[in-house]
């Protein structure tokens, strides 16, 4: 495997008990790709995005990242449905204790500008309940982005937001992505969301999880108002694609 390569699945299943939950599956994602995971409830995608974060181990194949197999809290920033702040610290408590348990020393400076790449000003000093769930979502984008990780690895993290958040926050992850080049893999059940967002989108099929569908999205990744995107005949093309697979992804698989 060369280093170009972030993510490799070879021939992955994940069981439990006798439930084949994932699998087989085989996946090579190169470095900076935006990834995005799509299919309907309980088809498998957080169990494999948890294989990929090293919190599961698989029961046949074999997982990669970096060229090493995964393990939990190296490598990789989770990002979860619920932003799992520390509601007893500020909010730039919670990015210091982010960066501290990176080894990293935490400066007013780096948080005040961590923050500020996810849309937050003024809110350092602010306790986590004292700001909107839309706030914390950020909050939560901005402690994984506090630590070096070439790996970002998202499960729904924008579904408990209400629409107009979740637009917003679509938006600046699609910018933050592509300004800072990691390697993304996303989890969602949104068709619009999926085709919005990734570079690459795979479908999954209902349990167990294998791929339905995997679709490159040819669409300008900076330098385009996000309401020209959605107006593109490319964008309108893939997210039919997409939706067909997962209305009927046994007709694709
Ligand atoms: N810890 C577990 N023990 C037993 N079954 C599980 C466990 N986690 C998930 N499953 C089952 O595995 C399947 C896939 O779950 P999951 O990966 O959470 O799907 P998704 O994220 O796509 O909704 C589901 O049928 C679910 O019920
Ligand atoms: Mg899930």
Partial sequence: MSSAEAVVLSAVTHTY?????VGPVSLTVPAGEF?????ASGCGKSTLLRLIAGFEQPTAGSVEAAGVPPAPGR????????PRLFPWRTVGGNIALALRYAGIVPSRDRIVSLLS?????DVAHRRTWQISGGQQQRVAIARALAVDNPLL????????????TRERLQEDLRRVSAETGRTCIFVTHSVDEAVFLGSRVVVLTPRPGRIALDLPIDLPRSG????????????AAARTQVGAAVRHPEVFA
């Avoid at 008990?17 to 939950?21: H, K, L, P, Y």
């Avoid at 790449?117 to 000003?121: A, F, H, K």
Wanted: proline share 6%; no cysteine.
């Fill in 17 to 21: 008990g006798d439930v084949t939950a």
């Fill in 35 to 39: 990834l995005v995971l799509v299919g």
């Fill in 75 to 82: 490598g990789a920033g989770l990002i979860f449905q619920q």
């Fill in 117 to 121: 790449s996810v849309g937050l000003d």
């Fill in 153 to 164: 690895l998202l499960d729904e993290p924008f579904a408990a937001l209400d629409a107009l």
């Fill in 224 to 235: 385009i108002d996000p309401e020209e995107l959605r107006g593109l005949p490319a964008f």
